[in-house]
């Protein structure tokens, strides 16, 4: 599985980083894609040196009219993970629409709209697999982030029907619900409680374990998928008294 071309969406971010450089040996290829430059040059020569080949895409994913060109640069990957998000300043999109449109716009229509072209071309092919990385932050509403969970549900939930569809093509699509993880997302939050805390290496392993046993859905650290079952069965009536 890991010797067919893999395509990294985001390929800047921390954890993207991580599960890149721990796949990176001699024979790997990687499409790597990502809108600064600069950043993405370094990230291909660590992968260069480590023995990968890699060729390198720049695109402003929040611009869905590339999304068409961007595809056809990394059409000859097989494998697919989707990593690019931004966190949503939630106190600035109750009061300024186009913060929260901003937010939709990277976190749920930029990740469906390539969904949207790989999944016609992986069914067609009968291979290859796609990894989404969405978030518990889309399991349920919070105060405090819900027009970033907004889009994390919406994606999830669409990789649930999509996952649906392509299984009878054999294309394997695993959707990532990370929970706190200390990258530059999150470098202005206290690392409090530590313990709900992983790092990018961390959850980076958790990826590849994941995708190369074809699971559906991972939470990632595991337990997450505890607190979330926990947190999902509070009933509304409590639930929205609460400061989350
Ligand atoms: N960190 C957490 O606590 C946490 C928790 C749950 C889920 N997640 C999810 O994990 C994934 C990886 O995030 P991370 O923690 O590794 O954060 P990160 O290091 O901040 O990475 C975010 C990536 O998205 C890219 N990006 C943002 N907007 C973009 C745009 N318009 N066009 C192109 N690229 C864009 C960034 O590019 P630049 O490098 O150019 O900025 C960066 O590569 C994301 O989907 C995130 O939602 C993270």
């Given at each position: 599985m890991s010797q067919s071309p893999i395509a990294i969406i985001g390929a800047t971010s921390g954890v993207a980083q991580c599960v890149a450089r721990q796949l990176a040996t001699s024979g790997v290829e990687f499409y790597l894609v990502a809108r600064n430059a600069e950043k993405l040059s370094q990230v291909a020569a660590d992968l260069t040196a480590r023995g990968a080949t890699v060729h390198e895409v720049v695109a402003e994913?929040?611009?869905?009219?590339e999304h068409t060109s961007l595809l056809a640069n990394i059409e000859a990957a097989e494998h697919y993970f989707i990593f690019h998000s931004s966190l949503t300043d939630q106190d600035a999109a109750k009061t300024d629409w186009q913060v929260a449109e901003d937010s939709l716009n990277v976190n749920l229509l930029s990740p469906l709209s390539l969904l949207h072209g790989l999944a016609n071309t992986l069914e067609q092919s009968g291979s290859g697999s796609l990894v989404v990385v969405s978030s518990v932050a889309g399991d349920r509403g919070r105060a405090s982030n819900y027009w970033y969970g907004t889009a994390k549900g919406a994606l999830s939930i669409h990789c649930e029907g999509l996952r649906n569809r392509l299984m009878k093509a054999g294309v394997p699509l695993m959707t990532v619900k990370p929970g706190f993880i200390d990258t530059a997302m999150t470098a202005?939050?206290?690392?409090?409680?530590?313990?709900?805390w992983a790092s990018p290496e961390t959850v980076a392993e958790q990826i590849i374990k994941g995708w190369q046993k074809n699971k559906d859905v991972i939470y990632t650290p595991g337990f997450w998928r505890w607190i979330m079952f926990i947190i999902t069965r509070i009933p509304e009536a409590i639930f929205k008294r609460l400061s989350l």
């Open positions: 994913l929040a611009d869905l009219n202005h939050i206290p690392k409090q409680p530590a313990i709900l």
